[in-house]
Protein backbone atom coordinates (compact mmCIF):
# COMPACT_ATOMS: atom_id res chain seq x y z
CA UNK A 1 0.00 0.00 0.00
CA UNK A 2 2.99 2.22 0.27
CA UNK A 3 3.06 4.65 -2.91
CA UNK A 4 5.86 6.20 -4.38
CA UNK A 5 4.54 9.66 -5.55
CA UNK A 6 1.37 11.76 -3.06
CA UNK A 7 -1.16 9.73 -4.51
CA UNK A 8 -3.68 12.38 -3.58
CA UNK A 9 -2.17 15.06 -6.14
CA UNK A 10 -2.04 12.40 -9.16
CA UNK A 11 -4.55 11.69 -11.64
CA UNK A 12 -5.71 8.37 -9.84
CA UNK A 13 -6.60 10.36 -6.97
CA UNK A 14 -10.22 9.89 -6.98
CA UNK A 15 -10.28 6.33 -7.97
CA UNK A 16 -8.30 5.64 -5.32
CA UNK A 17 -10.54 7.66 -2.72
CA UNK A 18 -13.56 5.51 -4.14
CA UNK A 19 -11.49 2.36 -3.35
CA UNK A 20 -10.66 3.15 0.22
CA UNK A 21 -14.52 4.45 0.84
CA UNK A 22 -15.74 1.21 -0.13
CA UNK A 23 -12.39 -0.72 1.61
CA UNK A 24 -13.43 0.72 4.67
CA UNK A 25 -17.29 -0.78 4.40
CA UNK A 26 -15.85 -3.76 4.81
CA UNK A 27 -13.80 -2.92 7.84
CA UNK A 28 -13.79 -5.82 10.94
CA UNK A 29 -16.31 -4.67 13.50
CA UNK A 30 -15.13 -3.56 16.84
CA UNK A 31 -16.99 -4.61 19.88
CA UNK A 32 -14.71 -2.54 22.93
CA UNK A 33 -14.65 -5.85 25.08
CA UNK A 34 -11.18 -6.13 25.64
CA UNK A 35 -10.38 -6.59 29.35
CA UNK A 36 -7.33 -5.47 29.09
CA UNK A 37 -8.97 -2.35 27.65
CA UNK A 38 -8.21 0.17 30.56
CA UNK A 39 -4.46 -0.54 28.87
CA UNK A 40 -4.92 0.21 25.51
CA UNK A 41 -3.82 4.06 26.03
CA UNK A 42 -0.48 2.96 27.40
CA UNK A 43 0.58 0.57 24.23
CA UNK A 44 -1.20 3.37 21.79
CA UNK A 45 1.66 5.45 23.28
CA UNK A 46 3.85 2.78 23.14
CA UNK A 47 3.19 2.24 19.78
CA UNK A 48 3.03 6.46 18.82
CA UNK A 49 6.82 6.88 20.67
CA UNK A 50 8.53 3.78 18.88
CA UNK A 51 6.96 5.10 15.46
CA UNK A 52 8.31 9.00 16.23
CA UNK A 53 11.63 7.42 16.70
CA UNK A 54 12.29 5.55 13.82
CA UNK A 55 9.94 8.48 11.49
CA UNK A 56 7.77 6.38 10.30
CA UNK A 57 4.65 7.70 8.30
CA UNK A 58 1.04 8.74 10.32
CA UNK A 59 -0.19 5.70 8.36
CA UNK A 60 1.64 3.09 8.89
CA UNK A 61 1.42 4.43 12.68
CA UNK A 62 -2.55 4.35 12.59
CA UNK A 63 -2.49 1.24 10.92
CA UNK A 64 -0.79 -0.29 13.84
CA UNK A 65 -2.88 1.13 16.30
CA UNK A 66 -5.97 -0.28 14.39
CA UNK A 67 -4.35 -3.73 14.52
CA UNK A 68 -3.84 -3.75 17.92
CA UNK A 69 -7.60 -2.34 19.07
CA UNK A 70 -9.05 -5.48 16.96
CA UNK A 71 -6.59 -8.04 18.55
CA UNK A 72 -7.10 -6.64 21.88
CA UNK A 73 -10.95 -7.00 20.97
CA UNK A 74 -10.37 -10.79 20.01
CA UNK A 75 -8.33 -12.27 22.39
CA UNK A 76 -7.83 -11.85 25.99
CA UNK A 77 -3.90 -11.38 26.27
CA UNK A 78 -1.44 -10.81 29.23
CA UNK A 79 -0.02 -7.48 29.49
CA UNK A 80 3.91 -9.12 29.29
CA UNK A 81 2.19 -10.53 25.79
CA UNK A 82 0.78 -7.38 25.22
CA UNK A 83 4.35 -5.58 24.61
CA UNK A 84 5.38 -7.88 22.11
CA UNK A 85 1.42 -7.47 20.45
CA UNK A 86 2.00 -3.93 20.36
CA UNK A 87 5.63 -4.01 18.52
CA UNK A 88 4.44 -6.99 16.28
CA UNK A 89 1.68 -4.54 15.10
CA UNK A 90 4.02 -1.81 14.30
CA UNK A 91 6.67 -3.60 12.46
CA UNK A 92 3.53 -5.72 10.05
CA UNK A 93 2.08 -2.31 9.80
CA UNK A 94 5.47 -0.53 8.57
CA UNK A 95 6.46 -3.33 6.44
CA UNK A 96 2.73 -2.41 4.73
CA UNK A 97 2.62 1.09 4.74
CA UNK A 98 6.47 2.10 4.11
CA UNK A 99 9.30 1.49 2.34
CA UNK A 100 11.86 -1.86 3.07
CA UNK A 101 14.18 0.50 4.11
CA UNK A 102 12.31 2.43 6.48
CA UNK A 103 11.03 -0.59 8.43
CA UNK A 104 12.29 -0.84 12.40
CA UNK A 105 15.03 -3.45 12.28
CA UNK A 106 15.22 -5.59 15.59
CA UNK A 107 18.77 -4.54 16.67
CA UNK A 108 17.50 -0.95 16.34
CA UNK A 109 14.78 -1.76 18.08
CA UNK A 110 15.91 -3.50 21.31
CA UNK A 111 18.42 -0.60 21.35
CA UNK A 112 15.81 2.18 22.43
CA UNK A 113 15.63 3.66 25.50
CA UNK A 114 12.33 3.13 26.21
CA UNK A 115 12.70 -0.73 25.55
CA UNK A 116 15.52 -1.16 28.52
CA UNK A 117 13.43 1.15 30.54
CA UNK A 118 10.57 -1.38 30.11
CA UNK A 119 13.10 -4.55 30.79
CA UNK A 120 12.01 -5.42 27.46
CA UNK A 121 14.08 -7.32 24.42
CA UNK A 122 12.44 -9.03 21.72
CA UNK A 123 14.08 -11.61 20.20
CA UNK A 124 13.35 -12.60 16.24
CA UNK A 125 11.61 -15.96 16.44
CA UNK A 126 9.59 -14.74 19.30
CA UNK A 127 8.25 -11.61 16.33
CA UNK A 128 7.94 -13.73 13.72
CA UNK A 129 5.65 -16.05 15.67
CA UNK A 130 3.66 -13.34 16.94
CA UNK A 131 3.56 -11.83 13.04
CA UNK A 132 2.95 -15.18 11.42
CA UNK A 133 -0.28 -15.37 14.48
CA UNK A 134 -1.60 -11.79 14.21
CA UNK A 135 -1.63 -12.67 9.50
CA UNK A 136 -3.71 -15.84 10.15
CA UNK A 137 -6.19 -12.98 12.45
CA UNK A 138 -6.39 -10.49 9.75
CA UNK A 139 -6.75 -13.61 6.76
CA UNK A 140 -3.46 -11.62 5.55
CA UNK A 141 -5.43 -8.43 4.44
CA UNK A 142 -3.77 -5.50 6.06
CA UNK A 143 -6.04 -3.51 3.44
CA UNK A 144 -7.36 -1.59 6.54
CA UNK A 145 -8.11 2.19 6.08
CA UNK A 146 -7.25 4.38 8.84
CA UNK A 147 -7.97 8.46 9.58
CA UNK A 148 -4.81 8.88 8.21
CA UNK A 149 -5.32 7.14 4.75
CA UNK A 150 -7.91 10.08 4.03
CA UNK A 151 -6.67 13.15 5.56
CA UNK A 152 -4.41 14.53 2.61
CA UNK A 153 -6.59 14.13 0.28
CA UNK A 154 -9.21 16.14 2.25
CA UNK A 155 -6.35 18.63 3.38
CA UNK A 156 -5.82 18.94 -0.84
CA UNK A 157 -8.72 21.47 -1.18
CA UNK A 158 -8.90 22.71 2.53
CA UNK A 159 -7.69 25.88 1.98
CA UNK A 160 -9.41 27.49 -0.48
CA UNK A 161 -9.18 31.47 -1.39
CA UNK A 162 -13.03 31.92 -0.82
CA UNK A 163 -12.28 31.50 2.82
CA UNK A 164 -12.26 34.11 5.92
CA UNK A 165 -10.61 34.22 8.84
CA UNK A 166 -12.27 36.02 11.24
CA UNK A 167 -14.52 37.59 8.96
CA UNK A 168 -11.61 38.87 7.09
CA UNK A 169 -10.11 37.31 3.54
CA UNK A 170 -7.03 35.07 4.63
CA UNK A 171 -3.90 36.98 4.29
CA UNK A 172 -1.37 33.77 3.03
CA UNK A 173 -3.21 30.87 1.50
CA UNK A 174 0.33 28.80 2.12
CA UNK A 175 1.07 29.81 5.49
CA UNK A 176 -2.78 28.69 6.35
CA UNK A 177 -2.42 26.00 4.74
CA UNK A 178 0.40 25.02 6.84
CA UNK A 179 -0.89 25.34 10.04
CA UNK A 180 -4.06 23.57 8.78
CA UNK A 181 -2.14 20.60 8.40
CA UNK A 182 -0.54 20.66 11.94
CA UNK A 183 -3.74 20.93 12.83
CA UNK A 184 -5.18 18.58 10.96
CA UNK A 185 -2.00 16.27 12.25
CA UNK A 186 -2.60 17.12 15.66
CA UNK A 187 -6.67 15.88 15.61
CA UNK A 188 -5.34 12.88 13.91
CA UNK A 189 -3.45 11.86 16.76
CA UNK A 190 -6.06 13.00 19.76
CA UNK A 191 -8.33 10.83 18.08
CA UNK A 192 -5.55 7.73 18.71
CA UNK A 193 -5.95 8.16 22.04
CA UNK A 194 -9.46 6.96 22.39
CA UNK A 195 -11.17 3.90 21.25
CA UNK A 196 -14.45 6.05 21.33
CA UNK A 197 -13.12 7.08 17.62
CA UNK A 198 -13.69 3.34 16.37
CA UNK A 199 -17.14 4.06 16.46
CA UNK A 200 -16.53 6.53 13.28
CA UNK A 201 -16.21 5.22 10.25
CA UNK A 202 -11.92 6.47 8.71
CA UNK A 203 -13.28 8.39 6.13
CA UNK A 204 -15.81 10.48 8.75
CA UNK A 205 -12.81 10.79 11.30
CA UNK A 206 -10.75 12.14 9.04
CA UNK A 207 -13.06 14.74 7.81
CA UNK A 208 -14.13 16.06 11.72
CA UNK A 209 -10.24 16.62 12.48
CA UNK A 210 -10.59 18.87 9.16
CA UNK A 211 -14.23 20.39 10.46
CA UNK A 212 -12.29 20.77 13.65
CA UNK A 213 -8.62 22.29 12.59
CA UNK A 214 -10.74 25.23 10.52
CA UNK A 215 -12.86 25.60 13.47
CA UNK A 216 -9.47 26.56 15.73
CA UNK A 217 -7.99 28.54 13.16
CA UNK A 218 -11.72 30.43 13.01
CA UNK A 219 -11.97 29.84 9.19
CA UNK A 220 -15.43 30.41 7.70
CA UNK A 221 -17.35 28.65 6.85
CA UNK A 222 -16.86 25.83 8.85
CA UNK A 223 -17.80 22.92 6.31
CA UNK A 224 -18.08 24.64 2.82
CA UNK A 225 -19.76 22.80 -0.04
CA UNK A 226 -16.29 22.13 -1.70
CA UNK A 227 -15.38 19.75 1.27
CA UNK A 228 -18.96 18.38 1.30
CA UNK A 229 -18.96 17.37 -1.88
CA UNK A 230 -15.52 16.13 -2.05
CA UNK A 231 -15.99 14.13 1.49
CA UNK A 232 -19.73 13.24 1.07
CA UNK A 233 -20.51 14.08 4.57
CA UNK A 234 -22.78 16.85 5.46
CA UNK A 235 -22.51 18.94 8.76
CA UNK A 236 -24.70 17.39 10.80
CA UNK A 237 -22.71 13.97 9.61
CA UNK A 238 -19.75 15.45 11.63
CA UNK A 239 -21.34 17.29 14.30
CA UNK A 240 -20.90 14.62 17.54
CA UNK A 241 -17.03 13.41 15.75
CA UNK A 242 -15.95 17.23 16.06
CA UNK A 243 -17.56 17.93 19.13
CA UNK A 244 -15.24 14.85 20.75
CA UNK A 245 -11.98 16.44 18.88
CA UNK A 246 -12.52 19.99 20.41
CA UNK A 247 -13.64 18.29 23.81
CA UNK A 248 -10.11 16.90 23.89
CA UNK A 249 -8.80 19.67 22.10
CA UNK A 250 -9.72 22.52 24.60
CA UNK A 251 -8.65 19.73 27.39
CA UNK A 252 -5.01 20.03 25.91
CA UNK A 253 -5.23 23.75 26.00
CA UNK A 254 -5.77 24.27 29.51
CA UNK A 255 -3.28 21.39 30.71
CA UNK A 256 -0.63 23.87 28.81
CA UNK A 257 -1.79 26.75 30.04
CA UNK A 258 -1.47 25.33 33.44
CA UNK A 259 1.78 24.03 32.93
CA UNK A 260 2.96 27.07 31.36
CA UNK A 261 2.37 29.10 34.76
CA UNK A 262 4.03 26.70 36.70
CA UNK A 263 6.73 27.46 35.00
CA UNK A 264 9.41 29.87 36.82
CA UNK A 265 10.35 31.86 33.66
CA UNK A 266 7.94 31.50 30.90
CA UNK A 267 9.93 30.99 27.81
CA UNK A 268 8.92 33.34 24.82
CA UNK A 269 7.82 31.19 21.41
CA UNK A 270 6.43 31.89 18.15
CA UNK A 271 2.94 32.67 17.54
CA UNK A 272 1.47 29.93 15.68
CA UNK A 273 -2.06 31.85 14.52
CA UNK A 274 -3.41 34.87 15.74
CA UNK A 275 -6.46 34.82 17.13
CA UNK A 276 -7.82 37.53 19.55
CA UNK A 277 -8.54 37.19 22.77
CA UNK A 278 -6.72 33.51 22.39
CA UNK A 279 -3.06 32.34 24.00
CA UNK A 280 -1.25 30.21 20.99
CA UNK A 281 1.63 28.90 20.37
CA UNK A 282 3.31 26.35 18.62
CA UNK A 283 4.60 23.68 20.55
CA UNK A 284 1.42 23.55 22.42
CA UNK A 285 -0.62 22.44 19.17
CA UNK A 286 2.19 20.28 17.33
CA UNK A 287 1.08 16.51 16.80
CA UNK A 288 1.34 14.60 19.84
CA UNK A 289 3.80 12.38 18.04
CA UNK A 290 6.27 15.22 17.18
CA UNK A 291 6.23 16.97 20.74
CA UNK A 292 5.01 14.92 23.76
CA UNK A 293 6.29 11.33 22.56
CA UNK A 294 9.90 12.83 21.71
CA UNK A 295 9.74 14.17 25.07
CA UNK A 296 8.26 10.83 26.75
CA UNK A 297 9.84 7.31 27.62
CA UNK A 298 7.78 4.77 27.87
CA UNK A 299 6.85 3.02 31.39
CA UNK A 300 6.11 -0.66 32.48
CA UNK A 301 2.38 -1.07 32.17
CA UNK A 302 0.19 -0.95 35.58
CA UNK A 303 -0.94 -4.43 36.08
CA UNK A 304 -0.89 -7.33 38.40
CA UNK A 305 1.30 -9.45 35.82
CA UNK A 306 3.30 -7.35 34.72
CA UNK A 307 6.54 -8.00 36.75
CA UNK A 308 10.38 -5.72 37.45
CA UNK A 309 12.11 -8.88 36.03
CA UNK A 310 13.13 -8.56 32.33
CA UNK A 311 11.01 -10.37 30.04
CA UNK A 312 12.49 -12.54 27.03
CA UNK A 313 9.75 -13.78 25.00
CA UNK A 314 10.85 -17.39 24.33
CA UNK A 315 9.88 -19.79 21.67
CA UNK A 316 8.08 -22.34 24.02
CA UNK A 317 6.01 -19.54 25.41
CA UNK A 318 4.78 -19.29 21.21
CA UNK A 319 3.51 -22.30 19.59
CA UNK A 320 5.36 -23.00 16.33
CA UNK A 321 2.09 -23.72 14.63
CA UNK A 322 0.14 -20.57 14.25
CA UNK A 323 -2.82 -22.52 14.95
CA UNK A 324 -2.14 -22.58 18.62
CA UNK A 325 -3.67 -19.48 20.64
CA UNK A 326 -3.23 -21.11 23.90
CA UNK A 327 -1.59 -17.26 25.21
CA UNK A 328 -4.32 -15.40 23.40
CA UNK A 329 -8.05 -17.00 24.25
CA UNK A 330 -10.85 -15.90 22.24
CA UNK A 331 -12.87 -13.04 24.39
CA UNK A 332 -16.27 -15.13 24.94
CA UNK A 333 -18.31 -12.38 26.49
CA UNK A 334 -21.88 -12.67 25.91
CA UNK A 335 -22.89 -9.02 26.60
CA UNK A 336 -20.42 -6.92 26.23
CA UNK A 337 -20.04 -3.50 27.70
CA UNK A 338 -21.15 -0.40 25.14
CA UNK A 339 -18.43 1.12 23.83
CA UNK A 340 -19.87 4.91 24.62
CA UNK A 341 -19.26 4.22 28.56
CA UNK A 342 -15.35 3.64 28.09
CA UNK A 343 -15.26 7.19 27.02
CA UNK A 344 -11.66 8.68 28.64
CA UNK A 345 -12.58 12.21 27.95
CA UNK A 346 -15.38 13.93 29.95
CA UNK A 347 -17.79 14.78 27.88
CA UNK A 348 -19.44 17.98 28.65
CA UNK A 349 -22.80 18.59 26.72
CA UNK A 350 -23.40 22.11 27.47
CA UNK A 351 -20.74 22.56 24.95
CA UNK A 352 -22.41 22.37 21.45
CA UNK A 353 -20.88 22.36 18.13
CA UNK A 354 -24.01 23.24 15.89
CA UNK A 355 -24.95 23.92 12.42
CA UNK A 356 -24.87 27.62 12.51
CA UNK A 357 -21.26 27.66 14.19
CA UNK A 358 -18.98 29.73 11.98
CA UNK A 359 -16.38 30.83 14.38
CA UNK A 360 -14.38 29.54 16.80
CA UNK A 361 -15.49 27.97 19.78
CA UNK A 362 -16.19 30.17 22.89
CA UNK A 363 -14.11 27.49 25.20
CA UNK A 364 -11.07 28.92 23.01
CA UNK A 365 -11.90 32.55 23.51
CA UNK A 366 -9.28 33.21 26.27
Not at 46 to 75: E, G, K, Q, W
Not at 99 to 116: A, F, G, I, Q, Y
Not at 205 to 211: E, F, R, T
Amino acid sequence: MELEVQWWKGQLAGDIYQALRYKELKLPSYKGQSPQLSLRRYFADLIAIVSNRFRLCPTARHLAVYLLDLVMDRYDISVQQLHVVALSCLLLASKFEEREDRVPKLDTLNSLDCMSSMNLVLTKQSLLHMELLLLETFQWNLYLPTAAHFIEYYLSITVHESDLHGGWPVASLEKTGLYMAKYADYFLEVSLQDQVFLNYAPSLVAAACIASSRIVLRLSPTWPSRLQRLTVYTWDHLVACTERLLIAHDSDVKEANKQKHQQPSPQTSQTLFHVPGQVSTLPQYLPRSAQQFSQQTCQPAPGPTHGSASFMPHPNSLQTGVQSHSHLQPITHTHPAPLDAKVSIPFNRGYQVNTHFSCAAPCFER
